[in-house]
DNA sequence: CGGCAAAAAGGCATT
DNA sequence: CTTTTTGCCG
């Protein structure tokens, strides 16, 4: 195999083949190509077969990436390894093993908005308000626990007090009745494996046969869940291979564990570690601002990305008045660019999907073709999730969840009285409303439900028989010709109707893609909808030209010529939420460590003075993380407002631009940066302000107490100085 | 029971 | 501001 043009760190890494390896991989440090060549080499120059590898990627169009470049390397054999996320692996194996568990193995698995109308129902029968426990956050109690591996049993006994105790009861409701319904969610599937492993020796050792070589990418993000999973699996043979970069660690508020590979070399005395530091992506300029970005974080191993690139051009600020400034000033260079570069060469990453709003309007109006990764998605589209349920309750009729969604869609007369009675007859006597439906003669469900509730059973029951003969795009136009959604939207003749109908068009795309790479067999509509529930947002974007619009969350692992980093304001980014905890603040600043490290050629930062947030004209002063770029670096300072509050050491300090002046009763003006003492309080600082008139308000960050929200016309204060 | 309008709530990133 | 929920009326 033709290494020759590695450097001496990767060589290396692609050939440490036996025992534990990590491999600490900078941003753009091309560990792709080291995966990829590393597997290849176990293929090709040791002759493991493929059948003992396992690689686990962040996302499925990244597995499918690397799988497509290993079969480009090695001559057969590429299609029997295992490439996929946690999440598919867990698939895989719970579904022809999740039957020592007790549940079906054709389970379905749960969306988050499945989740949330679960919790309700909890909270609607122990009744509870919905305005005191919000299920989001009971959603997140029990995701907590999950990736801590913590059982409902475990939790209740472990709640030291409210609402923690309230909480871990729910917690258990909600698991018994995913557990009757046959569905897990996402964190479910890691946690069950587990599980599974733990409970039946055997399986688990015919996994760790099969798997002998095991890779893990992006391992600075799993979480304990995940890292119990990989230690289980790696027990017997030890060969494991991580990769990461603990400077592009963002995912810590769904679990993610920075430790688990701060700790590798705990776990793995005998591991080998070697350190990718040579980056092949971004001019010099653009690492160098990364790197002085990165270096305030204290919670870090010190490490130095270098590139043999040069200076390239220097980072350009933007800034405008407004949300819509900024796009047009995002977008006037993107059309000056436009000559030198295509579209797709292109990137505007933002914190939150909100921020996309301005910035598509604007594309649009000048024409430029984008694609937008995340934000609504697709399969949210009612229409879409009506379709699947049907597949789903096709698939495992005792997924209520799944069948209440479709009992009544389109209308057949089955109201909330009738779902409610039958709802009530299975959880007193342990079935699915499916089974219930074949009982409803006796608990008093009118005679005229009954016969529509039959015929419904029935034209599943057919449904289900067709579905093993049939593919995906088969089934989808035999769902919705005989239950009559089609017909439903058909009569509706609404603009809202006909998109909905072009929607199911593209959804049978979607489906005859799949048919075109599967077969049909009994594992059809399982493998089907387990794809489905396991796209990432990132797994749609390989197409086509365009500018490309995402989170810095979902630019991770990705690569553009031309970057443009929207919205650096405090309170935006870093998020006003975090602005002021160290720990998270440091996650905030990775963060912003991997939107720029993401550019190729340039990179582009902009903000806007004051913008629209819910309703409200912001005003915000500059991301500090602005302020942590050296000045040699960067173009476009001139109106770049500089304050000195934030400024990390040797920056020059300025007076603050007055952004705006506001008075209060004493006639007193206040602007961004102004100091002031509050009679309370003390001294603080101002960072934001919002509104106008009377309701006008002020951020401000007090010393001793952190960030308050007052009233500029009321609040007890004055300005310093 | 179903449809619409008014009111209220939510508001960070995601497999 | 947008999305979801509630409440009322035909």
């Known amino acids: 195999m033709d290494l020759s043009l590695m450097n001496k760190e990767q060589k290396k890494a692609i050939r440490t083949t036996e025992g534990p390896l990590l491999i600490m991989a900078g941003a753009g440090s091309g560990k792709t190509r080291v995966l990829t060549h590393r597997v290849a080499y176990l293929l090709g120059e040791k002759e493991v077969p493929a059948r003992n590898i396992l690689a686990i990627t962040f996302t499925?169009?990244?597995?499918?990436?690397?799988?497509?470049?290993?079969?480009?390397?090695?001559?057969e054999g590429a299609e029997n390894m295992w490439i996929s996320t946690f999440h598919s692996m867990c698939v895989r194996i719970l579904r022809s093993n999740i039957n020592h568990l007790g549940y079906e193995n054709s389970f379905s698995i749960l969306d988050p908005t499945d989740q949330k109308s679960v919790v309700k129902d909890i909270l609607k029968r122990r009744n509870l308000d919905i305005k005191q426990h919000n299920p989001r956050g009971i959603i997140g109690f029990i995701s907590d626990k999950k990736n801590q591996l913590i059982r409902p049993e475990e939790s209740i006994r472990d709640a030291a007090a409210y609402p923690d105790t309230l909480y871990s009861e729910i917690y258990h409701d909600y698991q018994q009745i995913l557990y009757r319904n046959s569905a897990l969610d996402f964190d479910d599937l890691i946690m069950l494996t587990i599980e599974l492993f733990d409970k039946e020796p055997k399986v688990l050792e015919y996994y760790q046969n099969r798997f002998q070589y095991i890779h893990v990418d992006e391992y600075?993000?799993?979480?304990?869940?995940?890292?119990?999973?990989?230690?289980?699996?790696?027990?017997?043979?030890?060969?494991?291979?991580?990769?990461?970069?603990?400077?592009q660690s963002i995912y810590k508020f769904r679990g993610a564990d920075i430790t688990n590979i701060l700790n590798f070399e705990d776990d793995y005395p005998e591991a080998v570690v070697i350190k990718l530091e040579q980056n092949y992506r971004s001019?010099?300029?653009?690492?160098?601002?990364?790197?002085?970005?990165?270096?305030?974080?204290?919670?870090?191993?010190?490490?130095?990305?270098?590139?043999?690139?040069?200076?390239?051009?220097?980072?350009?600020?933007?800034?405008?008045d407004s949300e819509r400034g900024e796009a047009e000033e995002v977008v006037r260079n993107i059309l000056d660019l436009s000559g030198k570069y295509s579209y797709s060469d292109m990137a505007i990453l933002y914190r939150t999907n909100a921020q996309s709003r301005a910035i598509e309007d604007t594309l649009v109006k000048s024409n430029i073709p984008y694609k937008m990764v995340g934000g609504i998605k697709f399969y949210d589209r009612k229409e879409i999730k009506d379709l699947m349920s049907y597949l789903k309750v096709i698939l495992n009729p005792n997924d209520d969840i799944s069948f209440e969604r479709i009992v009544n869609t389109p209308k057949r007369g089955l109201g909330p009285k009738t779902v409610d009675k039958l709802k009530a007859h299975g959880q007193n006597t342990g079935i699915s409303i499916f089974e219930a439906i074949k009982e409803s003669d006796f608990i008093g469900i009118p005679k005229t439900a009954v016969v529509k509730l039959m015929g419904l059973v029935d034209l599943l029951e057919k449904l289900q028989q067709k579905a093993r003969f049939i593919t995906i795009t088969e089934l989808v136009d035999e769902v919705l010709k005989t239950t009559g959604y089609m017909e439903m939207l058909e009569a509706e003749k609404t603009i809202e109707s006909r998109s909905r109908i072009e929607n199911l068009e593209e959804f049978k795309t979607v489906t005859s893609e799949f048919d075109r790479d599967n077969e049909i067999s009994d594992d059809l509509l399982f493998t089907f909808l387990s794809d489905m529930a396991l796209v990432s947002d990132q797994d749609g974007v390989e197409d086509d030209s365009g500018v490309t619009l995402m989170t810095m969350h979902a630019s991770k692992g990705l690569e553009f010529k031309i970057v443009f980093i929207v919205g650096l304001e405090e309170g935006i980014f870093p998020s006003r939420r975090v602005a002021y905890d160290d720990k998270e603040l440091e996650e905030e600043r990775r963060l912003m460590y991997v939107a720029l490290t993401r550019a190729e050629d340039q990179l582009f930062l902009s903000r806007a003075n004051s913008r629209m947030i819910y309703g409200k004209t912001e005003t915000n002063m500059q991301s500090r993380f602005l302020a942590e770029i050296p000045?040699?670096?960067?173009?476009?300072?001139?109106?770049?407002?500089?304050?000195?509050?934030?400024?990390?050491?040797?920056?020059?300090?300025?007076?603050?631009?007055?952004?705006?002046?506001?008075?209060?009763?004493?006639?007193?003006?206040?602007?961004?940066?102004?100091?002031?003492?509050?009679?309370?309080?003390?001294?603080?600082?101002?960072?934001?302000?919002?509104?106008?008139?009377?309701?006008?308000?002020?951020?401000?960050?007090?010393?001793?107490?952190?960030?308050?929200?007052?009233?500029?016309?009321?609040?007890?204060?004055?300005?310093k100085e």
């Open 283 to 320: 001019s010099k300029n653009i690492l160098d601002a990364a790197n002085a970005v990165i270096k305030n974080n204290t919670e870090r191993k010190p490490k130095a990305l270098r590139t043999d690139r040069d200076g390239g051009p220097k980072l350009q600020n933007l800034v405008a």
């Open 60 to 75: 499925n169009k990244a597995a499918r990436e690397m799988k497509d470049r290993v079969a480009a390397l090695v001559s």
């Open 631 to 719: 000045e040699t670096l960067m173009d476009g300072g001139s109106s770049f407002e500089q304050n000195g509050f934030f400024t990390s050491n040797s920056r020059k300090k300025q007076a603050p631009k007055r952004s705006r002046v506001v008075t209060n009763n004493s006639g007193v003006s206040f602007s961004i940066g102004d100091k002031v003492e509050h009679k309370k309080f003390g001294d603080g600082i101002i960072s934001a302000i919002k509104g106008e008139g009377d309701s006008q308000e002020l951020d401000i960050i007090f010393t001793k107490v952190g960030v308050k929200r007052l009233l500029a016309n009321f609040a007890p204060i004055e300005k």
């Open 220 to 247: 600075q993000d799993t979480n304990h869940a995940q890292y119990r999973l990989i230690r289980q699996l790696a027990a017997k043979y030890r060969n494991i291979c991580v990769v990461g970069d603990s400077d």
